[in-house]
């Protein structure tokens, strides 16, 4: 097959994960299956075919934002990862991680700035909450720690000024085993306070 033929077979996945990658930046869907459906959905596509991966609408979240976004999401980004720092600090007896959309760049207003603590008990993270006169929501997040296991963690909600903090608390024996990412099946990419502080530099 040439190479024109191969990019013309790859066009219809391009379009679909360019109109996914626009619903979940519009609309703020964060499950990238649904977005597929829905963007298949939109444009009166099989949503049975050959979809895009995660990792492509991950890469067409971002270049959606680069292309509509430029100056403004920078410093949109930016200042996600000021806040993001911020509660690292609050919560710096737990060894906060950051993850996610605001570590990868693909952030939008819909994106909470995602945590991953390490205590020896989610009661822990609540007392120290408590001390600092935070108002949080308790929640459950399930999370791949292999390819074929789901574990449940507790998840504080908050609000650090007006962005949304979603901390996971994680035992501190798995500060070195990062769960599975649902975009690529990796482990998950985590960056400490120094790593946060260097993006902004």
């Given at each position: 097959?040439?190479?024109?033929?191969?990019?013309?077979?790859?066009?219809?996945?391009?379009?679909?994960?360019?109109?996914?990658?626009?619903?979940?930046?519009?609309?703020?869907?964060?499950?990238?299956?649904?977005?597929?459906?829905?963007?298949?959905?939109?444009?009166?596509?099989?949503?049975?075919?050959?979809?895009?991966?995660?990792?492509?609408?991950?890469?067409?979240?971002?270049?959606?934002?680069?292309?509509?976004?430029?100056?403004?999401?920078?410093?949109?980004?930016?200042?996600?990862?000021?806040?993001?720092?911020?509660?690292?600090?609050?919560l710096s007896i737990f060894t906060p991680r950051l993850v996610g959309p605001v570590l990868n760049g693909?952030?939008?207003?819909?994106?909470?700035?995602?945590?991953?603590?390490?205590?020896?008990?989610?009661?822990?993270?609540?007392?120290?909450?408590?001390?600092?006169?935070?108002?949080?929501?308790?929640?459950?997040?399930?999370?791949?720690?292999?390819?074929?296991?789901?574990?449940?963690?507790?998840?504080?909600?908050?609000?650090?000024?007006?962005?949304?903090?979603?901390?996971?608390?994680?035992?501190?024996v798995n500060i070195r085993q990062a769960p599975i990412s649902p975009i690529n099946g990796k482990p998950m990419r985590r960056?400490?306070?120094?790593?946060?502080?260097?993006?902004?530099?």
């Open positions: 097959m040439s190479k024109k033929s191969a990019n013309g077979s790859n066009r219809p996945r391009q379009i679909l994960a360019q109109e996914a990658a626009r619903i979940i930046v519009d609309q703020g869907i964060r499950d990238f299956r649904s977005a597929k459906i829905k963007a298949a959905e939109r444009l009166r596509m099989s949503a049975h075919g050959a979809l895009p991966g995660n990792e492509e609408i991950e890469q067409a979240v971002s270049e959606h934002l680069q292309l509509f976004g430029r100056d403004s999401h920078a410093a949109f980004l930016a200042q996600m990862r000021k806040v993001a720092l911020s509660a690292m600090e609050l693909t952030a939008d207003e819909n994106s909470p700035v995602t945590l991953h603590v390490f205590a020896d008990s989610p009661e822990q993270v609540a007392m120290r909450l408590a001390e600092l006169g935070v108002s949080y929501r308790l929640c459950e997040r399930r999370l791949k720690s292999r390819r074929d296991q789901t574990d449940v963690f507790a998840e504080f909600a908050f609000h650090h000024g007006d962005t949304s903090v979603a901390a996971t608390v994680f035992p501190v960056a400490n306070t120094k790593l946060v502080r260097d993006l902004l530099d």
